[in-house]
């Protein structure tokens, strides 16, 4: 249970376009979800709260306006990068912890979107 | 800020041997703390939890072990496999925060 599917995998856009990724809790809902980017060879780092029904809380330094967040229903969260540069390449991971659950439970993880801007 | 980090970047270890990856966190107001295991573009996967009411705690083949006195916090891996290689996360939730903030990670090399 409390599969996390993400989709693209990969996606190759050119630098001006924008990109939208899904998120989707498969076998359970959730209220929230949680967006990381990954650098190579480096930590997860938060970028934004998806709240259904509500607006995203964005972490320090991450730009609302250029990665948009929508969470339309209890099973997916979209992220959508705008105007992509090189600068975005990166691979975003999303996550979701059953809404039946405390804070102190594990978050379940997407495989991930590797993004290239050329 | 405070934050999680990892002692060893890299860690190599022969097959049939125990791992120990170590973890220290400067957050006193932590309250839950888990493990991740990476493998190479995948997301991570959970290994094993613990809470901050508890210094031990065991799974198949992993422990995890907390000492609040000097913040530090462990991964034992019993008989490591070939299949262990990855990067291991360790992660700690700030209380009352519903995201999760990450540790530098270590990558686990094991070798046949």
């Known amino acids: 249970g409390a599969v996390v599917s993400q989709h693209p995998s990969r996606v190759i856009c050119k630098s001006g376009t924008s990109v939208k990724i899904e998120c989707r809790s498969l076998?359970?809902?959730?209220?929230?979800m949680f967006w990381y980017r990954q650098f190579p060879k480096q930590s997860l780092m938060l970028m934004a709260t998806?709240?259904?029904?509500?607006?995203?809380?964005?972490e320090q330094g991450v730009e609302k306006d250029k990665f948009l967040i929508n969470h339309a229903s209890l099973t997916l969260s979209t992220l959508t990068v705008t105007s992509a540069h090189p600068e975005d390449s990166s691979f975003y991971i999303c996550?979701?912890?059953?809404?039946?659950?405390?804070?102190?439970?594990?978050?379940?993880f997407g495989n991930g979107t590797r993004l290239t801007v050329t | 800020g405070e934050s999680v980090g990892l002692h060893l970047p890299t860690l190599s270890v022969q097959e049939g041997d125990n791992s120990i990856i170590n973890c220290a966190y400067s957050?006193?107001?932590?309250?839950?703390f888990i493990w991740y295991k990476q493998e190479s573009g995948k997301g991570p996967q959970f290994i094993i939890d613990?809470?901050?009411?508890?210094d031990k705690r065991q799974g198949q083949r992993v422990t995890v072990l907390l000492n609040k006195t000097v913040k530090h916090l462990s991964l034992q891996i019993a008989a490591t496999q070939p299949g262990d290689s990855a990067v291991y996360f360790c992660?700690?939730?700030?209380?009352?925060?519903?995201?999760?903030?990450f540790g530098s990670g270590t990558r686990l090399q094991v070798q046949p």
């Open positions: 957050n006193s107001a932590s309250d839950y």
């Open positions: 996550s979701a912890r059953d809404q039946a659950g405390n804070y102190n439970s594990p978050l379940h």
């Open positions: 998806s709240n259904e029904g509500s607006k995203a809380t964005y």
């Open positions: 992660a700690e939730n700030l209380t009352g925060r519903r995201a999760l903030t």
């Open positions: 613990i809470r901050s009411n508890m």
């Open positions: 076998d359970f809902q959730a209220t929230t």
